[in-house]
């Protein structure tokens, strides 16, 4: 059984940063497309970044230059380093797998939320200004 647990989540204030995680079980770590979602209240659920099984990244556009996103294949984890933020980076977020080596082509990026088959529970991000 596929499983993702993210933590990291909290509240701080603009300009602040922030590392999530994402723990996964059930499947070979490394061999998935993986990736980052967020939603914010009342908002549609966003791609923020997809990583590859061989390390491409792809970012939102309202993210690239402030967010990094990585993983080790050893400890079968993704991060999200989110640095700078700011009060509209506020949202709950997601890590999620897609049992494919392919990620999402840049026009099915924003909207790729269904095309990952294994979701995590969340963990919320609060950024006050």
């Known amino acids: 059984q596929v499983r993702l647990g993210e933590s990291g989540g909290g509240s701080v204030q603009s300009g602040g940063s922030l590392r999530l995680s994402c723990v996964a079980s059930g499947f070979t770590y490394g061999t998935y497309c993986v990736g980052w979602f967020r939603q914010a209240p009342g908002k549609e659920r966003m791609a923020v970044a997809t990583?590859?099984?061989?390390?491409?990244?792809m970012y939102a556009d309202s993210v690239r230059g402030r967010f990094t996103a990585s993983q080790d294949n050893a400890k079968s984890t993704l991060y999200l380093q989110m640095d700078s933020l700011k009060p509209e980076d506020t949202a709950m977020y997601y890590c999620?797998?897609?049992?494919?080596?392919?990620?999402?082509?840049?026009?099915?990026?924003?909207?790729?939320?269904?095309?990952?088959?294994?979701r995590g529970q969340g963990t919320q991000v609060t950024v006050s200004s």
């Open positions: 990583i590859t099984p061989d390390g491409y990244i």
């Open positions: 999620a797998a897609r049992p494919s080596p392919l990620c999402p082509q840049r026009v099915q990026f924003d909207h790729s939320w269904g095309l990952f088959r294994y």
